[in-house]
Structures are given as structure tokens and as C-alpha cells.
């Protein structure tokens, strides 16, 4: 895992202005290198051979924020959807919006992202009518999602689809 490149995705409100999504981003980046540093393991190597070497950021519009649990927000229910899936992700909260939940950061590494090295998998003509159960018992595709780095990577590739640059 530490062979591979390394960029920090983050999920900000679409109402905040430009400079203000970045330092949002930048406070759930501490975060999350705090978290990384407390869990240590792999988690904090990850982490500093980011921070380190790869250091790229990509700041997404993650949509509404609201805390109120009748009616959250899509910035809450994105990250609760990362958490579900076993994605470490770290928020931030600014104190001065009444402590609402303002960005969402999490890793992702080049087997989401680089889609040359790593390309989607392409069902063959002689398989294309099986059902997904069926699928995950061909080789070609356990071998495919060995490459890719397993079912977590699957649902960031699928969730990072959503987005658009924020």
C-alpha cells in the first residue's frame, strides 16, 4: 500500500465561498491526520507517506449541510454513507456555523483514481447476461477486484462518481 500514489479527497458545502471550502478542507485534513495518528498502524503510514510525498488535494461539492436528523444533510449523509463502507474519514464542524459540519476528507489511492493503470472492468460479451452474484465467482473478476484493491475501492470508485469539482 505505501508503494501506491496517494491524493486526499474532501467533501465541502456548496454554500460556502472559495476560499472558504479550501480552509474548511484544510481543518478536516488536521483532523484527519490527528485520527490517523491516534489509530497509528497502517493508518498513520498512510497518512504521513501522503502527507510527505504526495500531498495532492481534490476538493469536491458535497451538496447541502443540515443536522437536523429528520432532514440531513447530503454532506452528512455522504459521510455517513464513507463510515458505512469502511472508508477512514475525518469531518470538521466550524464553531463559528454553529459547529455544523462544513467538509468530509478521506484517502484514496491510484487504484480508484488512475483509470489507465486500472481500468474498469469490462464484462465479455459471453458474460454479460449473468447476474452480479454470478459475476463475482468468475476469475477475470475476482482477479479484477484483486487488482483494484478489493470491494472498498469498488464503492469509491462508484461514490466518487457523483461529484463535481467544488
Known amino acids: 500500500m505505501l508503494n501506491l500514489e496517494y491524493r486526499m479527497y474532501g467533501l465541502v458545502n456548496y454554500q460556502l465561498s472559495g476560499i472558504q471550502k479550501g480552509i474548511q478542507f484544510g481543518h478536516a485534513v488536521v483532523e484527519y491526520g490527528n485520527i490517523a ?19 495532492t488535494f481534490i476538493i469536491l461539492n458535497g451538496g ?8 440531513t444533510g447530503t454532506l452528512q449523509q455522504h459521510s455517513e454513507a464513507l ?6 474519514r475525518a469531518e470538521f464542524r466550524e464553531p463559528d456555523l454553529n459547529d455544523t459540519l462544513t467538509a468530509v476528507v478521506f484517502l484514496v489511492d491510484e487504484q480508484i483514481f488512475n483509470k489507465i493503470k486500472y481500468p474498469d472492468f ?8 449473468c447476474r452480479p452474484l454470478i459475476l463475482s465467482m468468475l476469475p477475470e473478476y475476482r482477479n479484477w477486484l ?9 464503492f469509491l470508485r462508484e461514490f466518487l462518481l457523483n461529484f463535481k469539482l467544488a
Open 37 to 55: 495518528r491516534d489509530l497509528g498502524g497502517e493508518a498513520f503510514k498512510l497518512y504521513d507517506k501522503w502527507a510527505r510525498n504526495d500531498k
Open 64 to 71: 447541502t449541510t443540515n443536522e437536523n436528523i429528520d432532514r
Open 122 to 129: 469490462i464484462i465479455s460479451s459471453n458474460a454479460s447476461h
Open 146 to 154: 484483486k487488482l483494484i484493491g478489493g470491494s472498498k475501492n469498488i
Open 83 to 88: 463510515h458505512s463502507n469502511g472508508v477512514l
